[in-house]
């Protein structure tokens, strides 16, 4: 957007500018045209749940720059057309000044430097080129399709450094979130348009403009050409068409689909879904068979690249004996596999994959799968490049990726290599091959950049490069819409993991009391200081510690009992000694307090004084417990509603039939769980998501000092809620395991806390909502408990307490084993605690996947890889970034935001929901029979009736699968 108080090449200060060939309506139609045959599914759900309407955007972006970019159209493909929408020279030339910041580039370069200027100078110059004008030493001001203005480097500073106008949602986000704000502010659309752009005479006329327009857009977007395409838009296969009506050349249909089989093709792999997953998103690796771990980003731009090596490999294929053709979801088997004797066929990414790992010295961990391999172009911030800078010869290695959703109808993803406008690629109908890279076709769609230059890998280049990169991503074979707002959005498909974050919560410790007479008046008395406070060495020292300000509270552990905040010495000591137990109340021993530090306090002096104190029966540090699910989502900093993926319209989703779960709900005697209770401690759950029943939801906790709502933010809690309970033949394809009693509690506060291991700031189990959940379930017991949580250190005595106490009622827990597996598979808690059904998780090829952790506590697997659930309806974010205040401090940033309504995520959390429903089911069976299962049995029929999976090598167990993948036709038998 261009500031009402510059001048803006895009438009005439009078208004909408327009060509002697071309008259207002002209530009207006074919601006719209082009968009909604580009981008239909984007603009449709940018728009979803707002006042704005498609055409409303179409006139916004042609009024901002349309007349400029549109006449490109004709012979350049939308991405490319996306990144030349650079304008806007406002303050570096005569007439035209500008008040925002950057008022020229002199001030700009004065600010960020010389490397960031001459990027966005380069980036200005292939604008200006594209339109036959001479290279400039000046900035443009304004970035993308609707005129992103350059001020908001300051707040969203990555948008510029990573060419974020490149990618159509980044800037619908962000203009729609614009619009959100100034329309709840006015009430007004126009008024929204007009203050969107500013304020004044030229705001006035630029929002009349943009009325003016909305007639030609609207007509355009109503006419029987564009109703065609919104017709066949129900069907994926014209989700993101790439022909652009009355502006683009007609796409060469006969190459849309490079990544698809001919007829001709043969693939091992049972079924085309299946193999079309394999390609799109990869094999899982097992241990033997995984690439080295993927070193640091330095390490990465450390890398030499031999194109020798990577063109001596196709040739290997192409004269081998037989020759290797196309595999749809077939893969080198391993890094040495020598060509028509290990293996004869291999897709577009397992090709890819084995180039890059041969052409690499060190060899490269490269990820199979061309959405993941996209993604890893993205995370390691590797240069953006162009489908026309693709036909040089200027010996640049290139890596180019076409989306599945940018695919034929088939929704296959491809990945070449580019070198000296030849591709080294496995096509389909042919396989590994060398072809001319023209820039048309589907390769006018697809997203190039630079892999490698004068023989070096070309990645970012710091740590810090790296934490910023890594928060961004690209859609996966889903239908990913940006909904609106962000600065920042895309981000890695990285998994949740425990690395490099602390153990243990350094600024609290949870102490049991010994059980004494103590009476509740008593307490009462001690707390309003009445009473003198006990003189042992342990409360002597905390009413120390609270006089000298350093004790910010002391909390019990159930919710019933009053916490003391901020307190006085002799009212910390009574806190810990005084507990009321409410009439009728379940006698569950000894009190427990929590006792949390001030800010930046250490609790080690107060440990060691507290544990020699005869009064208290265990005092320890309190153990870290996290996520395990895939951080899927996206970046963003600011408001907004997030981005919305739509489920495949399958009828049964890959990880339910890998369970034959239909076989199961159709065999004699079987028996839903609508009597059974299942309760989830998880991130919350959006209660009143039209997939899910929610039976019971606990989040409130008046007396916690961090905020806490009803909202599940992080998503987490809601999809893992989802592949448990999600509504059975509700007409949408995510479907749970069980009809259950669904009771959730919340278990994370809303606020981030600071990881500098990880760069960012995550989201940790509240350790006092984690403990509450737990005694609440164990007063009033579930049948089984769901915990996709886990970290690597040992339980205090009141976490393993209360675990013991839910087994001995009869509870089932299952647990997550946790992401770690390529940081050595460290033990998990809880699911490593005796007595827990400890869950790994398996790919579409029934293969431990590259991040479930091994141990030889598991019990079984379950599918945990692109499993598809339910996410909440509204905005959310997984983490934030690190921004940095005025007095130096870290601070949340940008935020790695989340999808919204469903997505498919990764993550031993997402295994773990299967066994939980499984569980359940066999428990119901049980009831109905007269009689109940325990744990023990739960957990050893689980067990007895999984498959032995082929990786298993004939083998009873193993610490990747426990004893199988689990079945649950067998299960119910």
């Keep these: 957007m261009t500031d009402a108080g510059e001048a ?205 327009l909305l007639p030609y857009c609207e007509e355009a977007a109503g006419s029987p050409q564009i109703a065609s395409l919104a017709s066949a838009s129900l069907s994926s296969a014209a989700r993101d068409g790439g022909a652009v009506l009355g502006a683009m050349d007609p796409q060469d249909a006969s190459d849309d689909d490079p990544g698809a089989p001919a007829p001709t093709d043969v693939t091992e792999v049972a079924d085309e879904d299946t193999a079309r997953l394999l390609a799109n998103l990869g094999y899982s690796v097992d241990a033997e068979s995984a690439a080295p771990a993927e070193p640091g980003v330095a390490a990465v731009g450390d890398t030499a690249f031999d194109l020798a090596r990577a063109r001596a490999f196709l040739d290997a294929c192409r004269t081998a004996r037989p020759r290797v053709t196309y595999g749809l979801g077939q893969k080198v088997p391993f890094l040495d596999a020598v060509p028509g004797r290990d293996f004869t066929q291999v897709d577009c990414s397992g090709f890819v994959r084995q180039v890059v790992r041969l052409a690499t010295t060190p060899s490269l961990s490269f990820p199979d799968g061309s959405v993941n391999q996209h993604q890893w172009a993205r995370a390691r911030g590797l240069e953006t490049s162009s489908v026309a800078e693709g036909r040089a010869t200027d010996d640049v290695v290139r890596i180019a990726f076409l989306r599945p959703q940018d695919a034929g109808r088939k929704r296959i993803g491809h990945v070449v290599l580019i070198a000296n406008g030849e591709t080294l690629e496995s096509h389909g109908g042919v396989g590994p091959d060398s072809r001319p890279w023209t820039g048309t076709g589907w390769q006018a769609k697809a997203f190039v950049y630079v892999l490698a230059r004068d023989a070096r890998i070309r990645a970012a280049a710091s740590a810090e490069r790296f934490a910023a990169a890594r928060t961004e991503s690209v859609a996966k074979p889903s239908i990913v819409r940006t909904l609106e707002s962000a600065t920042m959005r895309r981000t890695t498909a990285s998994i949740f993991t425990t690395q490099a974050l602390p153990q243990h919560h350094d600024d609290i410790l949870v102490v049991t009391m010994r059980p004494g007479p103590a009476e509740a008046p008593a307490a009462a008395g001690m707390a309003m200081g009445m009473a003198p406070a006990p003189e042992t060495p342990g409360l002597g020292a905390l ?103 739509a489920p495949p319209a399958a009828s049964l989703l890959w990880n339910l039939a890998k369970i034959r779960w239909q076989e199961a709900r159709a065999a004699a005697g079987f028996q839903e769980a609508t009597r059974v209770r299942v309760a989830v401690l998880d991130t919350g759950v959006d209660a009143k998501h039209p997939s899910l029943r929610v039976s019971n939801y606990y989040w409130q906790n008046a007396d916690l000092t961090r905020p806490v709502s009803e909202l599940d933010l992080i998503g987490h809690g809601t999809h893992v809620s989802g592949t448990i309970a999600a509504l059975i033949a509700s007409g949408v394809s995510v479907q749970g395991v069980c009809a259950c009693q669904l009771d959730v509690w919340k278990i994370f506060d809303d606020e981030p806390t600071y990881a500098p291991g990880q760069g960012a700031f995550v989201y940790y189990v509240n350790p006092i909502l984690y403990r509450r959940a737990l005694a609440a379930c164990v007063d009033d017991p579930p049948h089984v408990v769901n915990l996709s949580i886990g970290g690597p250190a040992v ?179």
Excluded at 14 to 35: I, K, M, N, P, Y
Excluded at 118 to 144: C, D, F, H, V, W
Excluded at 551 to 557: A, D
Excluded at 587 to 596: L, Q
């Design 8 to 212: 803006d090449l895009g438009a005439a200060d009078a208004g909408f500018a327009t060509t002697a060939a071309h008259s207002e309506r002209d530009v207006a139609q074919g601006v719209t045209r082009w968009l909604i045959a580009n981008f239909r599914s984007e603009l449709a759900d940018a728009t979803r749940s707002t006042p704005f309407t498609v055409p409303l955007l179409c006139a916004i972006a042609c009024r901002e720059a349309g007349m400029y970019w549109l006449p490109l159209t004709p012979h350049r493909g939308a991405a490319e057309i996306l990144g030349l929408c650079v304008y806007d020279a406002s303050g570096d030339v005569a007439g035209a000044p500008r008040t925002a910041f950057p008022i020229n580039t002199a001030q700009f370069r004065l600010t960020y430097g010389d490397a960031f200027t001459q990027l966005l100078i380069a980036e200005t110059n292939k604008a200006r080129a594209a339109r036959g004008l001479s290279p400039a030493s000046m900035i443009y001001k304004g970035y993308g399709i609707f005129q992103y203005d350059l001020q908001h480097v300051r707040t969203d500073e990555a948008f510029f450094r990573q060419k974020k106008w490149y990618l159509f949602d980044e800037c619908v986000s962000r203009v729609v979130s614009e619009l959100t704000s100034k329309y709840e502010a006015t009430g007004n659309i126009q008024e929204a348009v007009r203050a969107y752009n500013g304020s004044g005479q030229k705001a006035r006329q630029y929002a009349q403009d943009v009325m003016r």
């Design 543 to 645: 009413s120390y510690f609270a006089r000298a300000g350093r004790i910010k509270r002391v909390v019990p552990l159930r919710a019933s009992e009053e916490a003391v905040t901020a307190p006085s010495p002799m009212a910390a000591a009574a806190a810990m000694m005084g507990f009321h137990r409410p009439a009728g109340a379940p006698d569950v021993g000894a009190p427990v307090r929590f006792i949390e530090m001030m800010d930046g306090q250490d609790a080690k002096q107060l440990h060691g004084a507290l544990a020699s104190d005869p009064s208290v029966l265990s005092v320890s540090q309190v153990p870290v417990r996290y996520l395990a699910a895939r951080r899927a989502g996206r970046t963003a900093a600011g408001g907004g509603l997030g981005i919305a993926a």
């Design 795 to 973: 339980p205090d005595p009141t976490e393993r307490t209360l675990f013991e106490q839910l087994l001995a009622s009869g509870v089932t827990i299952c647990a997550a084993m946790g992401n770690d597996r390529q940081y050595g598979s460290p033990t998990s808690y809880p699911a490593a605690i005796p007595g827990v059904v400890a869950v790994g998780a398996t790919g579409l090829d029934d293969r431990v996947t590259l991040f479930s952790n091994s141990g030889n506590h598991i019990a079984v697997a379950a599918p945990g890889k692109a499993i598809w659930s339910t996410l909440p309806r509204y905005d959310g974010q997984t983490a934030f970034g690190i921004a940095y205040g005025p007095d130096g401090r870290p601070q949340p940033g940008a935020r790695v935001r989340r999808e919204c309504n469903y997505d498919a995520w990764d993550g031993t959390s997402m295994a773990t929901p299967h066994v939980t429903g499984s569980a359940a089911l066999l428990i119901a069976k049980s009831i109905a029979a007269g009689g109940e299962l325990k744990p023990d049995q739960v957990r050893a029929a689980l067990m007895t009736s999984a498959d032995k999976v082929q990786a298993m090598n004939g083998a009873d167990f193993s610490a990747d699968y426990g004893a199988g993948r689990i079945n649950l036709l067998k299960l119910l038998q």
